[in-house]
């Protein structure tokens, strides 16, 4: 899981590093221990992964190896099914991801300055509730 969120890191120009990555490494535990983490294999290992507390989606990574699979969709689909509505927030310099969430049938929730992260960034809360369901679900 730590190297597809590095991996992200190193294509995102706009991301600052800010954390070591030992520090990464023991946040990725602990979620694990907390079974908020489900993974998705591909024939090379893991190709993808949500981190969802309940309704509070706090990461969503696809390798770069795996994109436009669906493995992102497919992961955010069950998470739809065993919540009854769901929200993360996502940097508004990402606009992939952005992209990527309302095609999903989430919306602009609010906007923060980066308060809630720990790059300081601003970014946008977004959110899905079973009545903006999308085509593909």
Known sequence: MTAILWGFARRSPWL?????????????AQITRRGW???LH???????FIARDGARVHALYVHPRAQRR??????LNDAKRDAPQLE??????????????SAQ??????????AGNDEA??????????????SDE
């Open 42 to 48: 591909d024939a090379r290992g893991p190709a993808a």
């Open 70 to 75: 669906g493995l992102g969709r497919t992961l």
């Open 105 to 114: 049938g989430f919306a602009e929730g609010a906007r923060g300055i980066g």
């Open 37 to 39: 983490v489900r993974v």
């Open 88 to 101: 993360l927030w996502v940097a508004e310099a990402n606009e992939s991801a952005r992209a990527f969430y």
């Open 16 to 28: 600052p590093r800010v954390r070591p990555y030992r520090t990464d490494l023991r946040v990725m």
């Open 121 to 134: 960034l601003p970014d946008i809360q977004m959110l899905w509730h079973p009545d903006r369901r999308t």
